[in-house]
């Protein structure tokens, strides 16, 4: 069978798909990834067939230029958005009505693209809405793959109640087809017990965080057990790119607040952004594109910026996590993991050197954070591996009714 996966063009939104990709190829379905032109070649790393559609929509300079308003996240978010303040709607509303932007630049080159190879099922990532488009216009069943978040079922994803805005309506209504603010099915990596409220249509498919961080080589010093208990910092690549001169600092920050405690620290992050910190303090390993799965099961704990990828690796090889966050998502994420004992949280308007070295200190410390941190692991690793979805993606390919349509196979 052919699987046609959507993604908009940010690496921590394609990754997750990653093992269930890999999972339907090993099964001997054919599988192609779409996306905008400038990750073409990180899918290529990844080993499957890449199709660039449309172009590509700068979210990042719309974020530093304010165009998204204010991004800086100096409060918590209620995980139930109906006690969300207003400049919270606000800001969730600019950001959905950019991801309709970007579905609305690669959706005709998609749907071309899908009327002329058939796919069988689109799975797009949960915010990628041009795939929803393309598999309601061949009239095939549609999967929606989250990226983990607790809430993002809540946030950006339309749903039958509130209606979907004006601007997602538009996106089917060029091809003459009804609106599919709901998939056939919900594939979601977030485990159970930090899910947050926020409802779904759709059928979920529980499926287990399996860790893509990107290529990368086992450097030799990664091989000897570390003679210090071993701390990783790192800052994914969204919150750099969403960010201004306040990322460095609150990276200097935590760089500052980790040094000095008489542990091994290893930092990871870009070229870029290892250019913009300047000079490091003494004792500081940089892992230039190390991947977190490599580096994470020699740690003793791991400060990061709250992005759910970062964190959910984390939790798969049971280290403690300490979020730092500036960003509304990754706030969300960071209260998240706190709730459930195995992490602890700071927003960027609670950070000074001090407090961020003392919840280090408390994670390394904290019997009852690693226990909790190894409960989490334990669930994850419980729930079903991608290779146990391929059947029921075969399953709902072949027997599910469609909306109707132009190229998708006959409903049986």
Sequence with gaps: MRFLFATFAWPSHYYPMVPLAWALRAAGHEVRVAS??????????TGLPAVAVGKDVDIADRARNGRLGEVDADERWPADRNDWSDAQRALVRRMALT???????????????????????????????????????????????????????????????PPPLPEFVDLFRGYGVAPRPVPSVWI?????????????????????????????????????????????????????????????????????AVTGLGVDVVLTLSAAT?????????????????????LLPTCRAVVHQGGVGTALTAAVHGVPQLSVTRLPDQTAVGDAFAAGGAARHLVQSETTVERIRDHVVALLDDGECRVAAERLRSEITSQPAPADLVPELVTLATSSTVHGGDGGPETS
């Design 99 to 161: 991801m309709y932007e970007v579905a609305d630049a690669m959706v005709d080159d998609l749907v071309t693209y899908a009327r002329s190879w058939r796919p069988d099922l689109v799975v797009h990532e949960s915010v990628t809405f041009a795939g929803a488009v393309a598999a309601e216009v061949l009239g095939v069943p549609s999967a929606a793959h989250g990226t983990g978040m607790p809430i993002i079922p809540g946030m950006l994803v339309p749903r039958d109640n």
């Design 274 to 294: 290892r250019a913009a910190l300047g000079a490091l303090p003494d004792g500081v390993r940089v892992a230039d594109s190390l991947p977190l799965h490599v």
């Design 188 to 256: 979601d990596p977030c485990p159970p017990s930090i899910r947050k409220s926020g409802t779904i249509s759709a059928p979920r498919l529980s499926v287990r965080y399996v860790p893509y961080n990107g290529p990368g080589a086992v450097p030799e010093w990664l091989v000897e057990p570390p003679e210090r208990p071993r701390v990783c910092v790192t800052w994914g690549t969204s919150a750099v790119h969403l960010g201004t001169g306040a990322v460095t600092d609150l990276l200097s920050r935590t760089i500052e």
């Design 36 to 45: 905008p032109p400038s990750l073409v070649d990180t899918i290529v790393t």
